[in-house]
C-alpha cells in the first residue's frame, strides 16, 4: 500500500504561488510499505514570496502578542498531538516508521514522551530559564541597575532542520516562535514530514499563528534558494555534521546572525555502586536504553561507557549485561534498516576488532548473531600507541566499554573533544555525585543527565552549552539618565 502527502506549508496569502508549480516526489520504502511525499519545486521569487509574506504577518500580528499568548497556542497545539486520535498524530504514527526505518512503537512511545517536553509548564520553565524576568519579551521593564530594558526576537528565522530523529526540529520551531519571530523551516530529506504536520496544527489552532510559518524542502546546497533565503532573513539557525554546518556558514551573510549546532559526542559513565548484585541488571538496562534508543542517531547518544571497577560486577560482567538487554531491546523495538555504507562501515568495525582480539586477550567482541542489530566491545587496554582513543561508534547501535580503577582515567580518552562533547550519563552514588559533575564541568561537558535519559533533555536545557532563546534576542536599554530627566520636562510637575 503506498501512502500519499503533499508535504508543505505556507501562508495562506501564498497559495496561489504554488498553483501552478511542478512538485517533487521524495519516495521512502520500509517495513514493507512505501510512502510518497510530494514537495512543490521552488525557485528563488518564490521564496522572496514567501518570506515578505512572512515578514508582515510577524509585524501585523506576531509581535504583539503577548508571550504566555504564544505558549498557550503552543500547548493547545501539544495538547492534541498528546491525543492519540488526533488525526495529524494518527498520520504521523502511520508514515514517520515508514519515512525514517523506525519501529513502529518507537515511534509511537517517542511522540508521547517528547511532546510532553512542550506542555504548558515545560515552556514557561522554558522561558523562565534564559529570562530572570519573561516580560521583557513583552515590554520595557526596569532593570535592577537602573533604567529599562526589553528583549527583541528576530523578525524572521530561517531553519535548517535535521531529519535523524523525527520531531526533533520542535526545539527550534518552538524557540523562535516563543521569540514571536516569523519561521521559514528547510525540512530535511531525511525526515520532512513532522514540521509541516505541526505548523498545519498551529494553522488550525489560531489561522493567523500558522500564517506566520513557512515549512518547505530544498535539495542542501541549493545556491540561488539559499541566497535567497538566509539574506533576507533576521537570523539562521542550522543542524547538521560538520560539513552541513560549514557550507550553510559560507552562505550567511555577514549582517545575517548565524547559530549553529553540528556534531557533537556523548558518553557513559558508571561507578562501582551501580554494579552491586541488586543493581546491575538496572544499570544494564538503562544502558542499553540509552544506546539503541533511535539508533544512537542523535548527538545525546552515547558511544562509550567507562565503567569502574571493584564493583560486585565486574566491567566485562556489565559488557555482558549490556550486551544482552540491547538483545532484548532489539527484540522488543528493532533497528532500522540500514544503508550499505552504515552496514559496511559496521561489519568492517567489528573485522578490525576480531582481527585485533588475536593479538590482544583484554579486547572482546559481543555482537547479535547473522546480523548488524547491535554490537558492544569490551576493551581492556585502549592504547593507540602511547596515547588512549576515544573509540568512536559507526552509530547503528554500536558501544564500547572500557574498564577504568577511578574516574579521573577518562580524560586522556576525551583529549581533544573537549569543545565537542554534549552530554554524558551518570550512574553514580549520592557519595560520588558532588566530585564527579564538577569533573566533567571542568571538563567542557554541556550537559550531564542519569542514565537512561541520555536521549531526552529537560526543558531550559543549554544546547550546545548555551542559551536556548536569549541568543537569539537583541536587548534595547533605556538607561537611567533618560528615565530620571525626563521628569524635569513633565508639564505637570509642579
Wanted: one cysteine or more; hydrophobic letters at 35%.
Amino acid at each position: 500500500m503506498i501512502k500519499s502527502f503533499s508535504c508543505f506549508h505556507v501562508p495562506e496569502k501564498c497559495a496561489e504561488l504554488f498553483s501552478d508549480v511542478r512538485f517533487h516526489t521524495l519516495v521512502f520504502e520500509n517495513h514493507g510499505q512505501r510512502a510518497e511525499l510530494k514537495v512543490p519545486e521552488l525557485s528563488p521569487l518564490i521564496i522572496e514570496n514567501v518570506i515578505d509574506t512572512l515578514k508582515v504577518q510577524q509585524q501585523d500580528y506576531l509581535r504583539r502578542l503577548r508571550t504566555n499568548d504564544m505558549i498557550d497556542l503552543l500547548n493547545e497545539a501539544v495538547e492534541k498531538w498528546l491525543d492519540p486520535r488526533y488525526e495529524l498524530r494518527q498520520l504521523a504514527e502511520e508514515m514517520l516508521p515508514i519515512i525514517t526505518g523506525y519501529d513502529h512503537e518507537m515511534v509511537r512511545l517517542f511522540i508521547s514522551r517528547y511532546l510532553r517536553q512542550f506542555r504548558k509548564e515545560k515552556l514557561q520553565r522554558m522561558v523562565d530559564e534564559d529570562f530572570p524576568n519573561p516580560l521583557i519579551l513583552d515590554e520595557f521593564r526596569p532593570r535592577k541597575s537602573g533604567g529599562l530594558y526589553r528583549a527583541y526576537g528576530p523578525g524572521l528565522v530561517t531553519h535548517i532542520f535535521s531529519g535523524n530523529v523525527p520531531a526533533l526540529p520542535l526545539w527550534s520551531l518552538t524557540a523562535g516562535l516563543l521569540l514571536k519571530s516569523a519561521t521559514l523551516g528547510k525540512v530535511s530529506s531525511s525526515e520532512p514530514l513532522f514540521p509541516v504536520l505541526f505548523a498545519k496544527t498551529l494553522k488550525e489552532i489560531d489561522s493567523e499563528l500558522g500564517d506566520a510559518l513557512a515549512i518547505l524542502w530544498w535539495k542542501g546546497g541549493s545556491e540561488s534558494l539559499e541566497t535567497v533565503s538566509f539574506s533576507k532573513s533576521n537570523d539562521v539557525i542550522a543542524y547538521g555534521g560538520k560539513e552541513t554546518i560549514e557550507a550553510v556558514k559560507q552562505k550567511v551573510p555577514a549582517h545575517v546572525r548565524f547559530h549553529s549546532h553540528g556534531h557533537k559526542v556523548s558518553f557513559g559513565l558508571i561507578t562501582k555502586e551501580c554494579l552491586e548484585t541488586t543493581k546491575g541488571w538496572k544499570t544494564a538496562q538503562l544502558a542499553a536504553y540509552d544506546s539503541s534508543w533511535f539508533d544512537q542517531q542523535g548527538c545525546l547518544s552515547p558511544h562509550v561507557f567507562f565503567v569502574e571497577r571493584a564493583g560486585k560486577y565486574s566491567p566485562l560482567d556489565f559488557a555482558q549485561m549490556l550486551a544482552n538487554e540491547m538483545g532484548n531491546f532489539q527484540h522488543t523495538h528493532p533497528r532500522a534498516s540500514l544503508t550499505e555504507e552504515e552496514h559496511h562501515a559496521i561489519v568492517k568495525q567489528r573485522s578490525a576488532i576480531e582481527f585485533e582480539s588475536f593479538n590482544n586477550d583484554q579486547l572482546d567482541l559481543l555482537k547479535s548473531e547473522g546480523d548488524t542489530a547491535w554490537t558492544v566491545v569490551y576493551r581492556e587496554s585502549n592504547k593507540g600507541g602511547d596515547t588512549e582513543f576515544f573509540p568512536f561508534s559507526p552509530l547503528n547501535r554500536f558501544v564500547t566499554v572500557i574498564p577504568v580503577d577511578e574516574m579521573t582515567e577518562i580524560k586522556p580518552y576525551i583529549k581533544g573533544l573537549e569543545s565537542y562533547i554534549q552530554t554524558v550519563g551518570v550512574g553514580c552514588s549520592p557519595q560520588k555525585f558532588s566530585s564527579i559533575i564538577v569533573m566533567l564541568g571542568e571538563w567542557g561537558v554541556n550537559r550531564i543527565s542519569a542514565l537512561g535519559s541520555m536521549p531526552h533533555p529537560e526543558p531550559g536545557w543549554h544546547h550546545d552549552g548555551r542559551f536556548h532563546l536569549a541568543d537569539l534576542v537583541r536587548f534595547c536599554d533605556v538607561e537611567s539618565s533618560l528615565e530620571e530627566q525626563k521628569e524635569f520636562f513633565d508639564p505637570y510637575k509642579e
